[in-house]
């Protein structure tokens, strides 16, 4: 038998280089279509030069990072209000009364002509090392395809620095010591981009990530005067009856794309849940590094959880029944929820279309991931083989 072994073996490390030389081939071709689409010079020769100029561009923009939550806008109808100083309350009934004290109005007719009103014109990224060959190979296209918005690729450092600044206020303290008692990175990186995204807003995208189609594109012609405060994405629509299996909800939205005016409700709403849950483990001593938790902790699964919650809350009886199988846009009051091809595009199942859609908006190539997701479900396969 052992020899037979051994041919598996084999066997398997052939697929596994093989299948390994396709992706990587698969990838750099789409990054070549992307090139031709919009970027016309050599990566290999601008990425000196890019790098100094990003770095350049970093700096200008740290002073707005500084800024505290209550001024992130001068617009009166977007600030969101500090709550009141009198305090005997525990700081969980401050942000309850933060949340009642919001100022939360989408724009009106006249002012959506105006296109800085909508969702802020500010790309959030982060990265353990921002100037990266293998992440700018990606940011590039952001920042060369939208040079009107501000670009940020945060590390580590900076992304800390932006939760305690912008949460500052001892009201909000629960709200940036969760994220500092965070165990994980990846935890601390969910919950990140909830926070920056409700202290400032703009469009949060993985690293991993490269537009197709404009930002400014993502909203049908239809809806241009409707109010939009959320964009969101379907990630997964899965028509089986073992979804649960291998999804957290039924329809699932994605949080590595997402674009929010700042102080967006569903934001708020879970910002506090997620404080809340991590406090509630600290307290309970039980901050382990739980990696089965995270779907639920900070992941999709409480994301999709706290947008249905406000669709129902504000828009009456919502179900995953209203959003399954959609190709195009839906507009649910003031939330967009995208086909599953806009985020997720030529991924070749639950009704997912190419690139090539009109709907297709972002590219992820889930960088990192997928070799071990490929030789994890190689071996799943040959173990279920025996
Ligand atoms: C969801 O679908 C149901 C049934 O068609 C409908 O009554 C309801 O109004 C829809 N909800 C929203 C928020 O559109």
Known sequence: ??????????????????????????????????????????????????????????????????????????????????????????????????????????????????????????????????????????TRFWRSNHPSYTHYVLDDAQCERLVTRNFGNPSFSKISSAYQMMPLPVLKADFFRYLVL???????????????????????????????????????????????????????????????????????????KITMGTWSLHEKGQLSEDKDAVMDWTGPGIWTDSVFDYLNWRYGPFTWENVTGIETPKLVGDVLILPITSFSPGVGHMGSKSANDPTAYVKHYFSGSWKVLLITSLLNCMSEKK
Not at 78 to 104: G, H, L, T
């Open 198 to 272: 409700l202290a400032q807003g703009g469009i949060y995208t993985d690293i991993d990530t490269t537009p197709i189609k404009h930002i400014r594109e993502w909203i049908p012609r239809e809806f241009e005067k409707e109010n939009i405060g959320l964009v969101v994405g379907i990630e997964a629509d899965p028509d089986r009856p073992d979804w649960y299996d291998h999804y957290a909800r039924r329809i699932q939205f994605c949080q590595w794309t997402i674009a929010a005016t700042p102080g967006h409700p569903v934001l708020w709403e879970l910002v506090h």
């Open 1 to 138: 038998m052992p020899k037979l072994r051994m041919k598996n073996l084999l066997l398997a490390c052939i697929s596994i280089a093989g299948m390994i030389f396709i992706f990587n081939y698969v990838g750099i071709e789409g990054m070549k279509d992307l090139t031709e689409l919009s970027m016309p010079e050599d990566f290999q020769e601008d990425s000196k030069s890019g790098t100094e100029s990003a770095s350049e561009e970093m700096h200008e923009s740290e002073a707005e990072l500084e800024r505290p939550l209550e001024i992130i806008n001068d617009n009166d109808e977007y600030v969101i209000r500090n709550p009141a100083k009198q305090s005997n309350m525990n700081e969980f009934d401050e942000i309850e009364e933060a949340k009642k004290m919001r100022v939360y109005d989408p724009p009106d007719d006249d002012k959506w002509e105006d296109e800085s009103v909508w969702i802020p014109q500010k790309i959030w990224q982060t990265a353990k090392n921002p100037f990266e060959r293998d992440v700018l190979k990606y």
